[in-house]
């Protein structure tokens, strides 16, 4: 049975796509402020995967706003400096998915030590808990682009994540909601659970989650049940 949990955020305890609620007012329109929030979030994933594999890391705040930018440029949607750089400003606006924040209050309760292991700042990573109300159920941020310069799913964020974990391999827990993250996970030899809640097919490629939920709360009922 695992002792620590580290956790992913983006996509697996706050919902990204609700950025479209602060991209609403400047475009006047909540489908397309959802369409930029979704390719902002595609570009985002799709870029810090080939700044990674090139060895040409680019600090989050300026990956993420030059994401914006082109997502903003895909819809030929321009806006005043002014207001780029308040919904850039804004990101922390994300909102926990319904079941997460039960969940990590039935996690503690468990006894669990839980961590965030995630590729953004340390400051954005707390931000966004902050106003998700995650972060009063987390022992450590640790923030991959900030400590190892490098994002997921490379083998230094799952390396830094062991080595702060401050337990054995083997009672980590690596949780996530994407697939992409679970092949580094299992290379690296980590128990790990996937959070489908996209209910997304795994990709056959011979690799195993060692849970899969629909939710958090699933797993955490799980857990609670002895695995």
């Known amino acids: 049975m695992p002792t620590t949990l580290l956790f992913d955020t983006w996509g697996t305890l706050v919902d990204n796509y609700s950025i479209a609620d602060v991209i609403e007012p400047y475009v006047f329109e909540s489908h397309i402020a959802q369409q930029i929030s979704e390719d902002w979030r595609f570009q985002q994933k799709w870029a810090m995967f080939y700044t990674t594999l090139s060895d040409s890391f680019v600090p989050h705040p300026t990956l993420n706003e030059a994401c914006l930018r082109w997502a903003l440029d895909r819809h030929h949607v321009e ?113 790990c659970a996937w959070t489908n809640r996209a209910r997304q097919p795994a990709l056959k490629i011979g690799v195993e989650p060692t849970y899969t939920t629909n939710n958090l709360q699933e797993l955490a009922d799980i857990l609670a049940k002895g695995g």
């Open 79 to 191: 806006l005043p400096e002014e207001a780029v750089r308040d919904i850039i400003g804004q990101y922390h606006k994300l909102r926990a998915y319904p079941d997460v924040l039960g969940a990590l209050k039935s996690l503690k309760e468990q006894g669990l030590t839980l961590k965030i292991v995630a590729n953004p700042t340390k400051k954005m990573i707390e931000d966004h808990s902050r106003y998700a109300g995650t972060l009063e159920y987390i022992d450590e941020i640790i923030s991959s682009g900030e400590e190892a310069q490098a994002f997921k799913p490379s083998p230094k964020v799952y390396e830094l994540g062991m080595q702060r974990a401050g337990c054995p391999k083997e009672e980590i827990l690596w949780v996530t909601g994407h697939f992409w993250e679970i092949v580094g996970a299992v290379r690296q030899g980590l128990n």
